[in-house]
Antibody, heavy 118, light 111 residues
Framework: QMQLVQSGPEVKKPGTSVKVSCKAS????????MQWVRQARGQRLEWIGW????????NYAQKFQERVTITRDMSTSTAYMELSSLRSEDTAVYYC???????????WGQGTLVTVSS | NFMLTQPHSVSESPGKTVTISCTGS????????VQWYQQRPGSAPTTVIY?????PSGVPDRFSGSIDSSSNSASLTISGLKTEDEADYYC??????????FGGGTKLTVL
């Protein structure tokens, strides 16, 4: 069964960083693309970026270009999203999603709540 | 910037058919695949349509997707509505730099 399991909730201070993990199982991780998407409470889905797992190529939304890094560890079938210089507006649920190409997400993680508060 | 526009909300009765539109701001929406995601309250999104009109296994055939080039729009049609279909629905595509774009979401009420 295809599954993406994300790390647990985080509470961070403004100005610090957070790293969220997403462990894949049930499909060929190395042949996939992983997306990261976030959703603030009551708001729409917002795309953060993607990584092509096999090549390591990444693409980030312009809004996050300076603050986000998406990586992967093929030995553990895990993708990571690190967001730095956190501010209160970054409080949201962060989702990973996987597909066979950068165009499509077939499977979604359960989400990770990141709260930024002083 | 490429944008996708959806109606804020739609409502329909159980057993009926509803169609949710997703209109592209520029270019041809048919040039890149469109996906549709269902998000029930308090839950993660799930994929109900990918690559314009493909249904993942486990998604009932009551869900269908289409593209209308003349109106530069994509549509999600749900027939035989059930109360469990009540959710937010998001369309998604990508622009010329392969950056994803989401529509604003449509709240479907089944009453």
């Amino acid at each position: 069964q295809m599954q993406l399991v994300q790390s647990g909730p985080e509470v961070k201070k403004p100005g610090t960083s957070v790293k969220v993990s997403c462990k894949a199982s049930g499909f060929t991780f190395t042949s996939s693309a992983m997306q990261w998407v976030r959703q603030a409470r009551g708001q729409r889905l917002e795309w953060i970026g993607w990584i092509v797992v096999g090549s390591g190529n990444t693409n980030y939304a312009q809004k996050f270009q300076e603050r986000v890094t998406i990586t992967r560890d093929m030995s553990t079938s895990t993708a990571y999203m690190e967001l730095s210089s956190l501010r209160s507006e970054d409080t949201a649920v962060y989702y990973c999603a996987a597909g066979a190409s950068i165009a499509v997400a077939r499977y979604w993680g359960q989400g990770t709540l990141v709260t930024v508060s002083s | 910037n490429f944008m996708l526009t959806q109606p804020h909300s739609v409502s329909e009765s159980p057993g009926k058919t509803v169609t949710i539109s997703c209109t592209g701001s520029s270019g041809s929406i048919a040039s890149n695949y469109v996906q549709w995601y269902q998000q029930r309250p308090g839950s993660a999104p799930t994929t109900v349509i990918y690559e314009d009109n493909q249904r993942p296994s486990g998604v009932p055939d009551r869900f269908s997707g289409s593209i209308d080039s003349s109106s530069n729009s994509a549509s999600l049609t749900i027939s035989g509505l059930k109360t469990e279909d009540e959710a937010d629905y998001y369309c998604q595509s990508y622009d010329s730099s392969n950056s994803w774009v989401f529509g604003g979401g449509t709240k479907l009420t089944v009453l």
